[in-house]
């Protein structure tokens, strides 16, 4: 498989790609196992749906409310709604478990001399927090947040704003999704993509394409050529 040339630094999204966002479901003890797979599908849609309908009305609001906010209707939806519950699950959030084999992967990836950083929606709280309580504090060199620019991705400027801050041109980044909207759109954006298709998605048909897809981040750092 042909190695990506140029990249100097690896540009990761937080939920779903590092962070299981479906962990904080698994870990309520108070939802029906039975109902935690509908909870988790249907609070990320209207997470996702929301952060884009805000972006279209010019009516932002940061991401600790969206989830919030989309929890509260996943909940009511599912005949789940309580105060108490939502609260815990909000909690949880902020504690999800990363996948099996990111801290090794971002290790490899820093010895091989690359730059590692988050390119996210969620708030700098909620990030820090996700990382901290995942023990990644010292594997990542920075973490970007959408609530800098007050829009959410897919909108360039989310990831001009992190151009920006790492001073790297787009052909020198290597983005990592498991969103395919979001690979894709960074893609079109200029920047070098690794599609993590986590779960089986179809591709889009959209704008950009990304470089190469893979089941797990794993296969990263094989695919890039370290920096000269």
């Known amino acids: 498989m042909r190695q990506i040339l140029g990249i100097r630094a690896c540009l990761f999204d937080a939920y779903g790609t590092i962070f299981d966002f479906a962990s904080a479901a698994a870990r309520c003890p108070d939802i029906p196992e039975g109902q935690r797979s509908a909870l988790t599908t249907l609070w990320r849609d209207k997470q996702l749906q929301y952060t884009w309908l805000r972006s279209l009305q010019g ?35 902020l504690s999800l478990s990363p996948f099996p084999e990111v ?45 800098a620019v007050q829009v959410f991705k897919t909108h360039p400027r989310v990831y ?14 290597s983005f990592q999704s498991s969103n ?18 986590r779960y ?10 990304p470089d190469h897809e893979v089941t797990s981040l794993a296969e990263l750092p094989a695919l890039l050529a370290p920096p000269g």
């Open 59 to 93: 009516r932002y609001a940061d991401f600790e409310q969206v989830t919030n906010d989309a929890l509260d209707f996943a909940l009511d939806s599912l005949g789940l709604a309580s105060p108490e519950r939502q609260a815990r699950l909000m909690a949880l959030y």
């Open 160 to 173: 001009e704003y992190s151009l920006e801050k790492l001073g790297l041109g787009a052909a020198q980044v």
């Open 103 to 147: 801290p090794e992967t971002l290790r490899a990836l820093r010895q091989a001399g690359f730059t590692t950083a988050i390119l996210s929606n969620g708030t700098p709280a909620m990030l820090d927090a996700a990382i901290r309580n995942a023990g990644l504090e010292t594997l990542f060199d920075a973490v970007f947040s959408a609530d």
């Open 180 to 197: 395919a909207w979001d690979a894709y759109a960074a893609s079109a954006f200029g920047m070098r993509v690794v599609w993590c298709n």
């Open 200 to 209: 089986g998605q179809r591709r889009e048909r959209l704008p950009g394409a």
